[in-house]
């Protein structure tokens, strides 16, 4: 399975600034993913990461809060901007390379903290 | 809208012991199910899968339960080791709608008690 590489892996962030987190893959992957784990809930969708166009935001989420590029196959990263403390959360990239959902990769998560 | 539930935050069982972490899904176009474990400060790690023309998948310790009228699946750890302790993610997908994304639940962390 293709091996993940998220920077960084945690963050103390200032309110009103923003964080961008990167996610490497060793490998060329079909689909790239952004989740969210806030505290005590479950792993939330953000958004596919598409390769070339614009991401796929969930209800909820919207490009101006999270911006995400993902300029090739290998990488993508996830923007965290005009932070509030209700952004603190563990932000997770996850990957597949098959056209089914059998053995999601994910990174190790950014555990961002914002004061 | 949580289409998936995991209704149990935390479950406790002895060494050696089965260990049934349970979940239940809204959606019935879901025909994809999946569990994963969490360690703290690392990713969540597939752990075993089930489609839904299946009511069973077992690997070594690991056995995946669906009940399709219920909409709900369990996962049973035989025997329970203290390394299982971990968070359990049930998550569900609809590949056959071309639907790459996945819904997770909240997640049971089971504490396997030498």
């Known amino acids: 399975s293709a091996v993940i590489s998220q920077k960084p892996s945690r963050d103390i962030c200032q309110r009103g600034t923003s964080l961008t987190i990167q996610c490497q893959v060793d490998s060329q992957v079909t689909m790239m993913f952004w989740y969210r784990q806030q505290p005590g809930q479950s792993l939330t969708l953000i958004a596919t990461?598409?390769?070339?166009?614009?991401?796929?935001?969930e209800s909820g989420f919207v490009i101006d809060k999270f911006p995400i590029s993902r300029p090739n196959l290998t990488f993508s990263t996830l923007t965290v901007s005009n932070m509030s403390p209700e952004d603190s959360s563990i932000y997770l990239c996850?990957?597949?390379?098959?056209?089914?959902?059998?053995?999601?990769?994910f990174g190790s998560g950014t555990r961002l903290t914002v004061v | 809208d949580q289409q998936v539930k995991q209704n149990s935050p935390s479950l406790s069982v002895q060494e050696g012991r089965i260990s049934i972490l349970n979940c239940d899904y809204t959606?019935?176009?879901?025909?994809?199910f999946l569990w994963y474990k969490k360690y703290p400060a690392e990713g969540p790690t597939f752990l075993i899968s089930i489609s839904s023309i299946k009511d069973k998948n077992e690997d070594g310790r690991f056995t995946v339960f669906l009940n399709k009228s219920a909409k709900h699946l369990s996962l049973h750890i035989v025997p329970s080791q203290p390394g299982d302790s971990a968070v359990y993610f049930c998550a569900a997908s609809a590949p056959i709608l071309n639907n790459n994304d996945m819904r997770f639940g909240a997640g049971t962390r089971l504490t396997v008690k030498p």
């Open positions: 959606n019935s176009m879901f025909d994809y």
């Open positions: 996850s990957v597949t390379q098959g056209i089914t959902n059998y053995g999601y990769t």
């Open positions: 990461a598409n390769q070339g166009s614009e991401a796929t935001y």
